[in-house]
């Protein structure tokens, strides 16, 4: 086992955001409903660098992001 698999899940996806620029990160959420616009939420206060993009169907969300 290599030292990046005893991490938590959770600490490897902190350690895989960059904030320096030196990559840009792009996420994608599909379904603009309640879970997915908390994703984008909590995601942009996480990691307020990273570019965030919502896919809905429909033309309403249930939160503004």
Do not use: C, N
């Not at 994703?39 to 992001?65: C, D, H, M, N």
Request: hydrophobic share 35%; charged share 20%.
């Amino acid at each position: 086992m290599g030292k990046d698999e005893l991490r938590s899940p959770r600490a490897r996806a902190r350690s895989s955001i960059s904030t320096t620029g030196y990559h840009m990160v792009h996420v994608l959420i599909i379904g603009g409903d309640a879970a997915g616009m908390s994703a984008a939420s909590q995601l942009r206060r996480r990691a307020p660098a990273t570019r965030i993009s919502v896919f809905e169907k429909g033309p309403y969300t249930s939160y503004a992001l």
